[in-house]
């Protein structure tokens, strides 16, 4: 990576670490959905980085321009809005922390488990990973040798589709 | 890989003999040619295409339209402009001035940053990515958000209809949108614009020709895409985010100046995109029907080249935007129930078969298209 590409990045995280911190300790909630979304253009940059074109594209359609707007949706319908102070008084902090910690160690064991030659810069299994096309990669291994998770996702997603409109239905 | 240079890289190539030009950087090509495609293309479009569309109108209900300002009122763009920017920039009192100033930002954002993977010709894309026709449909998902929230900041209640309105439009249509344009991708095989360009042929031969006529669903699938991309970018008859007769302006009623003007703007350059993503995907990009520009009997240099290939590209498109801006004199507007019926009820289906059978079209027939097997069973 040259200079100008690590300065890019390293914007790219302190706005997604900024934007997150403020998406969870903003008073306003409709300030946090606005920071959360600018996490989610913030992520979708680091998987430009890591090489992940066609995920990234995923990440700004499917989490910009779907999940926040039903998150905005759901807070617009919501009464006195600027006047609610949201505040967690509950002194729930047990299971918070297992869960914090669980997923500091999955995520940090994954990290560690990286073959080591990619973990430099200017390696050249590295540059040639990052620089090749993922999308054609990514429906071979979906259509083949995770053909049997991928259509269990599937059905799922169809549940919860029926699911939604069996809810919403006309009575 | 890359069958199509980007711009950068071409106005590179072309300077590298001169004298001051050569010693730029690969990065400072890539900002000019950005300011170059934002400045000498988009806005440009954004300000004549409000002129044409008055003039348009006019002539569809017989009258004359805008003839003031200089000969047949062509400057009236500029004019309107001038007056933009020198009015008041008004925030209602009631409202949130964070989110009401935000808001237009995110609107033109999305629309121009689709322009980096457009590709108006062969030697004239901006960067010719692997996801490139992903790449555009998603971010232009950044104008939902920005209507949204301009609508909450202005603390009214016809913005705050109109801006949700936009936004469960656009998240609806996404899906046929997006389901449209996929028969392309299983025909081509790549997100590539570029790609996708040059596999669609010149209808000599080999018999490849534009994706429209691939096979009988890939027509109905250019339709779909066209009506989709006229709900996405909430033109007529699909402006019920607007809808002047219910909700005064609707998302954009408490806009004045320039802000206003930025909603307008980013409203008409998603036409544009709209537009180009359908001349891209369905109707052969920058090529001529029947005509192989590239390799002519006597070569050409690549200037000509990349110049034909950018009026074709823009006479295609321009095209599709007249039929956009004729529609908008033509057709009444839906109502809110049968718009999402329209979508779910109708479009959703349809573009669902569309992309089975085409599956099964490529499936059946090799990946041949209409116009090979009749060339075939008639002995061409």
């Not at chain 2, 980013?266 to 993503?277: H, K, L, P």
Request: charged content about 10%.
């Amino acid at each position: 990576m040259t200079n100008g590409m690590k300065l890019v990045l390293f914007g790219a995280e302190v706005l997604t670490v900024l934007c997150a911190l403020i998406a969870t300790f903003h008073p306003n909630v409709l300030y946090g959905a606005i920071a959360l979304l600018i996490t989610f253009l913030g992520v979708a940059v680091m998987y430009v980085f890591a090489g992940a074109d066609f995920l990234a594209g995923a990440q700004v359609i499917v989490y910009v321009g779907g999940v926040t707007i039903l998150i905005l949706f759901a807070i617009m319908l919501t009464q006195w809005l600027y006047q609610m102070k949201l505040r967690d008084v509950g002194t729930k902090l047990l299971a918070p922390i297992l869960i914090g910690a669980g997923l500091f160690y999955v995520l940090a064991k994954a990290l560690l488990d990286i073959n080591p030659k990619f973990l430099s810069d200017n390696a050249e299994p590295a540059q040639k990973f990052l620089m090749t096309p993922k999308t054609a990669l990514l429906g071979e291994a979906l259509l083949g040798s995770y053909l049997l998770p991928f259509e269990a996702i599937t059905i799922l997603l169809l549940g919860a589709l029926v699911g939604a409109v069996w809810i919403a239905r006309p009575r | 890989m890359n069958q199509s240079a980007a711009f950068a890289h071409t106005l590179q190539s072309w300077t590298s003999q001169l004298p001051i030009l050569s010693a730029f950087p690969l990065w400072a090509w890539a900002a000019i040619s950005a300011l170059g495609v934002i400045f000498l293309l988009a806005l440009p479009f954004g300000g004549l295409a409000t002129y044409v569309e008055r003039k348009i109108a006019a002539d569809i209900q017989d009258r004359i339209g805008p003839n003031r300002v200089g000969p047949i009122g062509i400057f009236q763009f500029a004019a309107d402009a001038v007056k933009m920017l020198a009015k008041e920039d008004f925030v209602p009192p009631g409202g949130d001035r964070f989110l009401f100033n935000l808001a237009p930002l995110f609107v033109v954002v999305g629309a121009l940053a689709a322009f980096a993977a457009l590709p108006l010709g062969k030697h004239l894309v901006g960067a010719d990515l692997n996801i490139g026709i992903f790449y555009i449909i998603s971010v232009t998902t950044l104008i939902a958000p920005g209507l949204l929230l301009g609508s909450w900041g202005s603390q009214n209640k016809w913005s705050l209809l109109g801006g949700l309105r936009a936004a469960a439009q656009i998240v609806s249509y996404e899906i046929p949108v997006a389901l449209a344009i996929l028969p392309v991708i299983l025909i081509s095989g790549t997100l590539q614009v570029g790609s996708i360009v040059e596999q669609q042929g010149w209808g000599v031969g080999d018999y490849h020709f534009w994706n429209i006529i691939h096979n009988p669903f890939t027509i109905i699938s250019f339709f779909l895409l066209f009506i989709g991309g006229l709900a996405e970018t909430n033109r007529i008859p699909f402006d019920l985010p607007e809808a002047e007769s219910e909700l005064v302006s609707g998302f954009n009623t408490e806009f004045s100046g320039m802000r206003f003007g930025l909603y307008a703007l980013g409203e008409f350059v998603d036409v544009f995109v709209m537009s180009a993503v359908l001349t891209t995907v369905y109707l052969g990009g920058w090529q001529l029907p029947f005509f192989n520009i590239d390799q002519w009997v006597i070569p050409l240099p690549t200037g000509i080249v990349a110049l034909v290939h950018f009026t074709v590209f823009m006479t295609k498109t321009l095209l599709l935007v007249f039929v956009v801006m004729w529609l908008r004199w033509t057709l009444p507007r839906l109502r809110v129930d049968q718009l999402m019926g329209l979508c779910w009820k109708g479009m959703v289906p349809l573009a669902l078969i569309n992309v089975t059978g085409t599956a099964l079209w490529m499936w059946i027939f090799k990946g041949q298209s209409l116009m090979q097997l009749l060339a075939k069973a008639f002995g061409g």
